[in-house]
């Protein structure tokens, strides 16, 4: 084999001599293969396997590759099936094509030629040339030929090109649906609600031509419409009342986004503002509620409670957190307006789609200083304004402070930067080895770093119980990573120990022993190294440390200390156990409490002396940073600091108006989880999407929409986090975006008709479907985008059309053209969906609550919220509740979604859900037949036939009504009075509530 492998880099270097027609590995098409298929795990950086496919000399290291022997090419081996068993390579993708394999083996049989310099690159997709990305022009209105009973088909635009694909694939239309078909599928179309008896009699009783429009307007105004639809778009941009993940925490303020969109559905918000109130309404329109209600879309996925409010986000679990929670952000973006899978380039450049991880990581940096938490709306615009002016003020002094210390470290020059390499590097080496519990004691927070006021001193001491000679004090720092400060966390900056026969000789200083003086000048922080103080054998009970200058924590101040030993003449720590008192603490075991300062316990470096090279690094850092940093340095240090603190005050003091759950920079911090008060996170690119790997830093962008145009965001160099995003809705709203106005009609028509033109409502890229009519999905999409961009006109123009009027009886010459119904020469029938169904059951029974608006109603019985929250349905008694509301107004639950609604294929609230899966299960027949929810609702349904009508015969005919929107067939009724007479109207309620006809819409 070593001498093959000699000849192959032998032939690659000579490859200058070959001849024209020898195949290389870039002509025989192999590159754009392995570029493509292996490379992603095969490379220089990441040689999974320990092989890379990256270089000539990378092939011919690995042994991979014979050359001009295909069949003692390991290659081959794993990337072809053997014995009928799949083949080794690509691991979790699809095997390489029989056309891909031949082109390998060829390659190789002909010398597996590879110039020297030339190397594979990962495969970058440049081609536009795809139907989504074309430019929306407005198409002619087909003037189809006319035809037997297509006369009401030559009117209306939608019907003209509906007819044209029909007539070109040799298929014919369905007459129109009968007027009580039609009224009760509008009527669930368009507010998801069945028609009352007096609905459905008076329509069938109008005799007017425009009977029908009349009915779509009726439906249109009503509150019921927004409610309804709100629910579809909550669907696709994962609203729930709950973060989802491991503790699944409650959001108590998710529910004002929910009432937003509803009560946009309803007034006809234009679409384009829709949709930059959601992305960017807090900067677009200030002022105003909606635009930060709108906010709220950012924020309505799942997000990881642990990952940012119990790890520190300098650690690796914190920065793996944050880095998919922009994950979800730039998602939902993509997928919910323009229906394009950007997600599908976090660990590669897309491989169908021309996207790369530049074009994703730019469009994760627009949210670099977002996160998701509860902000203050509807106070007065003018309280906003104050609120923005704050929020900008508090961003410019950070970015001072910022730049501050970044003119500071450029002054220490390349021997402060190795130094602070060298440290990093040394922090890892002496990072404490199991590491206990128990921290230490930790003072309260103080703003400032320095006490004026003595009384104010923070202070811990010790009782020894009795009069001990001690000879040896030392102190022992904490270990803890938040803010990323670690080893000597709160160890404090200045501070002295003075002992005491009595403790309230600590009143006087003349009346105690000073036993250590560090006041002077700054002390060096020891980090895990223990400080060590000999005394002259003073004898003493109680003894104090008190903290004259604090440690910084993260813009706040404190003192903590993990052990504090005192040892007599004869060696014995007599400190050990002994009680602690101090001026103020935190009290959070197991981690913080003044006991841990006696309790034997601290973190103890794992490498001594990495640690001891360590705290040298430190002191000499600390020498440097004290020549350069200059009095007016300090000056300037000190005077942002309180200035921030003005300006926060300030912002404190504002009335905090109504709350949400939405996108924020500014908050109540939680733990480890803080505002970035607008300060955007590096955000770099990630080789294979592993945080672990980040290479360079990017800057906001967005995607190309054409070849060669320029996708990054024109952004001032000192641009604020809210004008990136700002920016970012425009683009999404440009009026030649030839994906945005195509997604949104595509979507309305998925729901009226069941599936959309293009039936991959959140893929409109070379993975998902094309488009059934491409020329009706842009007339649609052009005349929705100037023509006011109405959701309601929208539904007027499709709902008018002979196409949605048609009756769904089957046709079986057409269904051997068009099974599948794709050019729709019929209605689609379909099964109500989960929401739909419970709505119904409470109309019907009289149940149902039209109280709008507000906090979702809890169907569960909450247990244990304060750490990982139990919903318990089970023990919800619906015979109990105190009202049933629409289920749009549901507390939706991610982690344990309500299990009668799952039944009926509810949305999974943790995903995307454009399109929801429509099953028939015999789960779904006991569930109605058997739930707690039914059968107290049959209960109610019986009551309520009871108390309007007198006769068994005529609940029946009520009851039919009801459910089925017609009036029971006389065998019908005789059959339901008979099992009325025999097990009572309430079971025939049950068999009422289990119809088909009810679950179904023609």
Not at 138 to 153: D, M, Q, Y
Not at 790 to 795: A, T
Request: charged share 25%; net charge negative; with cysteine.
């Amino acid at each position: 084999m070593f001498r093959n492998i000699v000849c192959f880099i032998l032939v690659c270097s000579s490859h200058s001599r070959l001849a024209a027609d020898v195949p290389t590995i870039e002509s025989s098409g192999v590159a754009a293969i392995l570029s493509r298929r292996c490379l992603s795990c095969h490379n220089d950086s990441e040689q999974k396997g320990d092989f890379s496919l990256q270089s000539a000399k990378s092939l011919a290291d690995s042994g991979m590759v014979i050359s001009g022997d295909p069949e003692s090419s390991h290659l081959l081996s794993v990337i072809q099936s053997e014995n009928g068993q799949s083949p080794q390579m690509p691991k979790a993708a699809d095997p390489l094509t029989e056309n891909e394999i031949q082109a390998i083996r060829h390659w190789i049989q002909q010398g597996a030629h590879w110039p020297e310099e030339y190397e594979l690159k990962a495969a970058q997709v440049h081609s536009f040339d795809w139907w989504s990305f074309q430019p929306l022009e407005r198409p002619e209105i087909p003037a189809v030929a006319k035809s037997a009973g297509s006369e009401e088909w030559m009117v209306h635009p939608i019907d003209a090109f509906i007819l044209q694909a029909q007539q070109e694939n040799g298929l014919t239309h369905s007459e129109r649906a009968s007027k009580r078909t039609l009224i009760r599928r509008l009527t669930y179309d368009l507010t998801g609600l069945p028609p009352t008896p007096e609905e459905v009699r008076a329509f069938l009783a109008e005799t007017d031509d425009d009977a029908y429009i009349k009915l779509v307007d009726r439906l249109l105004d009503s509150p019921a419409y927004g409610e309804h639809w709100a629910r579809h778009w909550l669907d696709v941009v994962k609203y729930a009342d709950t973060c989802g993940y491991d503790k699944d925490k409650l959001r108590e303020n998710a529910w004002p986004y929910r009432d937003y969109v509803i009560r946009s559905f309803n007034e006809e918000k234009p679409y384009s503002k829709f949709v930059q109130e959601q992305i960017a309404g807090d900067v677009l329109f200030p002022g105003e509620s909606d635009g930060i209600l709108g906010l709220g879309f950012i924020a309505a996925g799942p997000w990881d409670f642990i990952g940012h409010v119990e790890v520190p986000e300098a650690k690796l679990d914190g920065k793996v957190a944050r880095n998919l929670d922009r994950d979800d952000m730039v998602s939902n973006v993509l997928n919910t307006f323009c229906s394009i899978t950007i997600q599908c380039a976090r660990c590669h450049n897309h491989k169908f789609d021309p996207f790369t991880q530049e074009h994703y990581y730019s469009l994760q940096s627009i949210f670099a200083a977002v996160d998701r938490a509860d902000r203050s709306y509807d106070t007065s615009p003018e309280i906003e304004q104050q609120r923005q002016e704050l929020n900008a003020q508090v961003q410019v002094k950070l970015e001072a402070q910022k730049q501050l210390k970044e003119e500071i470290e450029k002054d220490g020059g390349l021997e402060l930067k190795q130094l602070n390499e060298e440290i990093k590097s040394l922090e890892q080496q002496a990072s404490p080895k199991e590491k206990l519990p128990q921290f230490g004691y930790h003072s309260q927070l103080h703003p400032r770093s320095m006490v004026e006021d003595p009384k104010e001193s923070k202070w811990v001491q010790i009782d020894l119980g009795q009069p001990v000679e001690v000879s040896q004090l030392v102190l022992h720092a904490c270990h803890d990573d938040y803010a990323g400060i670690g080893s000597g966390f709160g160890f404090p900056v200045r501070y002295r120990i003075a002992g005491a026969l009595h403790e309230q000789d600590f009143a006087n200083d003349s009346d105690s022993l000073l036993l250590v003086d560090e006041t002077a000048e700054d002390v060096t922080n020891p980090g895990l190294q223990p400080v060590v103080y000999p005394v002259a054998k003073k004898t003493v009970r109680f003894i104090r440390i008190t903290a004259t200058k604090l440690s910084e924590r993260k813009n706040d101040y404190m003192f903590a200390l993990a052990e504090l030993e005192a040892y007599d003449a004869s060696n014995r720590n007599v400190a050990l156990k002994a009680s602690v008192t101090a001026l103020d603490t935190i009290e959070a075991p197991v981690r913080w409490a003044k006991s841990n300062l006696t309790d034997g316990i601290w973190a103890k470096a794992s490498n001594p002396e990495a640690e001891t090279k360590l705290a040298a690094a430190i002191r000499q850092r600390s020498a440097i940073l004290a020549r350069i940093n200059t009095s007016e340095r300090q000056a300037r240090k000190k005077l942002l600091e309180t200035e921030l603190k003005d300006f926060r005050n300030q912002l404190n003091a504002l009335p905090t108006g109504k709350m949400v759950y939405a996108a924020t920079t500014n908050f109540k911090p939680q733990g480890n989880f803080k505002p970035t008060a607008g300060i955007p996170r590096p955000v770099h690119l990630l080789h294979r999407g592993d945080i672990d790997q980040p290479r360079e830093v990017v800057s906001p962008g967005v995607v190309p929409l054409k070849f060669e145009e320029p996708w990054e965001l024109p952004l001032s160099p000192n641009h604020t986090e809210g004008e990136a995003r700002a920016e970012f809705a425009k683009w999404v709203t440009r009026r030649d975006h030839p994906l945005t106005w195509r997604s949104i009609v595509n979507r309305v028509w998925h729901y009226h008709f069941g599936e959309g033109l293009v039936a991959s409502p959140n893929d409109f890229g070379r993975m998902g479907q094309l488009p059934s009519h491409p020329e009706l999905l842009d007339w649609l999409a052009v005349e929705f985008r100037d023509g006011g961009q109405s959701f309601k006109e929208l539904h007027r123009l499709i709902v008018t059309s002979a196409t949605y009027q048609q009756a769904s009886a089957h046709d079986l010459q057409n269904s051997k053209i068009d099974g599948s119904n794709r050019y729709l020469w019929r209605m689609n029938r379909r099964r109500l969906t989960a929401e739909e169904i419970r709505d119904s059951i409470l109309s019907v029974s009289g149940q149902l609550d039209r109280t709008p608006g507000g906090p979702g109603d809890r169907l569960f019985v909450l247990q244990r919220p304060e750490h990982s929250p139990h919903y318990e349905y089970h023990l919800f008694d619906p015979a109990k509740a105190k009202r049933h509301r629409r289920s749009i107004y549901r507390f939706v639950v991610r982690s344990q979604p309500d299990p009668w609604m799952t039944v009926f294929d509810c949305a999974d609230s943790s995903q995307s859900t454009p399109k929801r899966s429509e099953t028939l299960t015999a789960l779904q027949v006991l569930s109605l037949m058997n739930n707690d929810f039914n059968l107290v609702m049959a209960e109610r349904f019986a009551e309520r036939l009871e108390a309007e009508k007198e006769s068994t015969a005529d609940q029946i005919e009520l009851g039919m009504f009801l459910t089925t929107g017609r009036e029971a067939t006389e065998q019908e009724v005789q059959l339901l009075v008979e099992h009325t007479r025999k097990h009572g109207l309430t079971n025939s309620c049950r068999l009422l509530l289990n119809l088909s006809e009810l679950m179904f819409v023609d």
